[in-house]
């Protein structure tokens, strides 16, 4: 072949592919990016990043879905200060074992030496070791984690196990009651609160949360994750208000368990004065206040006003007025047509030009509450 | 002369009486929890059923995972009776075949086929003849809707099994645009013949006028085998302004009959109500329509269907098993439409 016929076979196959190319991802590509495709010049997380999850943003339901805690870090961080071990162990072994690591801890019964070498070094092993009514807990916790935590297929036939999980929840609430150790019996409780949950007796698991869990002393966060499934049971229970207040103090109580409070709070669908009717001191009320404000994509003063009202020192005020920032530059700031790419790019309306003066001026009227609102704020330096 | 008497005779017996078809009354179940409830046993063994037509789930697609689903799928609290075998019922709602590809008909079929499997285990049965599938399918989901049924024919799991699917009136009368579906036989489903949603006096469930402009003429040349479905329930259409506003689950006979709630119309099914009622989520002025069905109804039903269908061995099936509604016939009454057919 003539050294003219190959280059010309090369480059043409080249420029197919190039072009080629570049043609299928026109046609595939760009999805729109929900923290890029509008123009903003405040950033929606500059009071800190507490709420980020509920920071203003055009085009999704929530800024993020991540909590801003983790509960398995939490957890672990609790189990190594009770036994005394590094919580990184305890996260390795609870969190993260793969299932071959899994298989030879289900079997482990406290004697550390028949488990491989690197498990020996753990030092929550060594731990439980020690400690056998820990260890007794941690095998029945283990017990109740496949009726937990199911695989989510609505084709799976087969229905929860409610027999099992109840008859669990009746042996934990049997230890509960004899368990001397306080951080065991709290646990306990809340494996007896959860599994009656699980099961559908609802009224047993209010019984469990209302006698073991409310009373405890201690600060550890799983009241707050008995709290949740004691919500959750309000609400079957039918009393969708109560459960959405009990649902606002999750929220404020257990940063890894936020977006979960704040969705089901929302699942019950009470006006904010239901949950207020529930509300005694001025902190829950001003969190019910921030749980309505982050729910609406309107402007919203009000809200706003009363959390600043309720709670002025809280980071919650700052998180809604800068909500209010970014609202203001959706309504206000006119794409031009290079930014002009996102929903308007595809539906323009044509009657906007109609009442476009009379929508400015309310545009302009809420910048103005806003101004006066952050001068306050600033002058008042509470 | 002998001979042409018998002749004479025999020709009498001949057109002088029609053969008795031999039916077998049972019921749909089409609650999502079965309770093993006292009446409904009871009446279940009064009839001698054999089977009863349980509603495993039904099949919709859903948005927001992108795929079809089992919305609502039954629960056994208790088993069936162990006299009793179970026919499974699946409801598709007829848009899934709207827009679906072969590849989801074939994962439809094979999740479908699973599933009622799995049901029918909970239910305390180790097998079935029969599963039957409910859609009310249109010219334009016909081909889809009839190439699931292949697939479904051919499942390892449905080996040896009946397919049965519901029929509608219209899909008797419009042969032509509904196709026939490619099974054994089929339930023509004798209720929810009217215009619901139409506000007058008609009785949406059963209706006369409807069945004869459907059935008179074409129920005869219907080629597949025919079970037949009457209805026994009841219900309130409610209407306001004149429009379609739903149907009140919250209002039942006794507040119908309340005169200080309800004033009937004249000779009407019709009944408006008198004060504003927040229980049942009603205003003062909104128009109920009342339908119920009478054991002078299904009689004059039966007759009629007697009259057309093909002579065979049929289920009678009436829709639906609940203690309530079966307070509303006696065993009399019950004995008297299935001896009518």
């Known amino acids: 072949m003539k050294i003219f016929e190959k280059l010309s076979l090369i480059s043409s196959i080249f420029l197919i592919t190039f072009f080629g190319e570049i043609a299928v991802n026109i046609a595939c590509g760009g999805e729109v990016d929900p923290y890029d495709y509008y123009i903003s010049y405040f950033h929606n997380n500059v009071q800190g990043d507490e709420y980020t999850s509920f920071a203003f943003n055009q085009m999704a339901y929530l800024n993020s879905e991540e909590n801003t805690e983790s509960e398995s870090e939490i957890n672990s961080r609790e189990w190594g200060k009770y036994l005394d071990v590094k919580p990184q162990d305890v996260h390795q072994i609870m969190y993260e074992a793969d299932s071959a690591m899994k298989a030879k801890l289900q079997l482990y019964d406290g004697k550390i030496s028949e488990l491989p070498d690197s498990l020996q070094k753990n030092t929550f092993l060594q731990g439980l070791n020690k400690h056998k009514s820990a260890l007794k807990y941690y095998i029945f916790a283990k017990s109740c984690e496949p009726f937990a ?14 027999a099992g999980m109840s008859l669990l929840a009746t042996e934990a609430l049997t230890i509960t009651k004899s368990e001397k150790d306080a951080f065991l019996k709290l646990r306990y409780a809340y494996q007896a609160e959860r599994m009656f949950h699980y099961a559908g007796q609802h009224d047993d698991s209010k019984n469990v949360f209302e006698k073991f869990i409310k009373t405890d002393q201690s600060n550890s966060a799983v009241k707050g994750w008995a709290l949740a499934l004691y919500a959750g049971s309000v609400r079957r229970l039918g009393n969708p208000e109560e459960s959405a207040f009990l649902f606002s103090k999750v929220f404020a109580s257990n940063p890894e368990r936020r977006v ?45 006003n009363k959390v600043y009202q309720y709670d002025p020192k809280s980071q919650l005020t700052g998180t809604l007025l800068v909500r209010e920032v970014n609202k203001l530059e959706q309504a206000l700031i006119e794409a031009n047509d290079i930014a002009k790419i996102s929903f308007d790019y595809y539906f323009s309306y044509n009657d906007r030009s109609k009442s476009k003066d009379s929508v400015r001026n309310v545009n302009l009227k809420q910048l103005n509450e806003i101004r006066n609102f952050a001068v306050k704020l600033a002058a008042e330096k509470k | 002369m002998r001979k042409i008497s018998i002749l004479v005779i025999f020709v009498f017996f001949l057109f002088g009486c029609k053969q008795k078809s031999v039916v077998h009354p049972t019921f749909y179940f089409w609650k999502t929890d079965y309770h093993n409830h006292k009446a409904e046993t009871a009446a279940l063994s009064k009839f001698k059923s ?34 009793v075998d179970i026919i499974p019922v699946v409801f598709l709602v007829n848009r899934i075949f709207n827009e679906i590809d072969s590849n989801r008909i074939k994962l439809l079929a094979d999740h479908i086929a699973v599933f009622v499997e799995a049901k029918v285990k909970q239910s305390g049965k180790s097998s079935y003849s029969e599963l039957q599938i409910d859609c009310d399918w249109t010219k334009t989901s016909r081909d889809r809707y009839f190439e699931f049924l292949n697939h479904l024919k051919k499942h390892p799991l449905l080996k040896n099994k009946t397919i049965s699917v519901t029929l509608r009136l219209h899909q008797v009368k419009n042969i032509a645009t509904s196709g026939i579906p490619p099974v054994e036989k089929a339930m023509l489903m004798c209720y929810n013949m009217g215009n619901l949603r139409k506000y007058g006096n008609q009785n949406s469930i059963l209706d006369q006028h409807e069945m004869d402009l459907y059935l008179k003429d074409y129920l005869e040349n219907y080629p597949l085998k025919l079970d037949v479905a009457l209805p026994t329930f009841e219900w309130a259409v409610v209407f306001r302004n004149k429009k379609y506003a739903g149907i009140s689950k919250r209002i039942n006979k006794g507040q119908i009959q309340d005169k200080k709630l309800f004033k009937q119309r004249e000779n009407s099914i019709l009944y408006d109500l008198l004060m504003d009622y927040p229980a049942a989520g009603l205003k003062r002025g909104d128009v109920i329509r009342w339908e119920e069905i009478t054991t002078e109804d299904l009689l004059a039903t039966s007759s009629f269907l007697s009259r057309y269908l093909k002579p065979e061995e049929r289920n009678l099936v009436f829709y639906h098993l609940d203690t309530d509604l079966l307070k509303h016939f006696t065993d009399e009454d019950f004995r008297k439409v299935i001896a009518n057919f």
């Open chain 1, 149 to 162: 935590n199911v695989d989510f297929d609505l084709w799976n036939p087969k229905p929860r196990d409610t």
């Open chain 2, 50 to 83: 054999k089977s009863l037509y349980v509603r495993i789930m039904d099949v919709d697609f859903n948005p927001d995972f992108q795929q079809d689903v089992p919305v609502s799928p039954i629960k056994f609290s208790d088993p069936l009776p162990p006299q």
């Open chain 1, 260 to 304: 979960q409070a704040y969705k089901n709070y929302y699942y019950n669908s009470a006006p904010v004065s239901g949950a207020l009717k529930y509300a005694k001191t001025d902190e829950e009320k001003a969190n019910i206040w921030a749980i309505n404000g982050f729910g609406n994509s309107d402007f919203d003063i009000e809200s706003l």
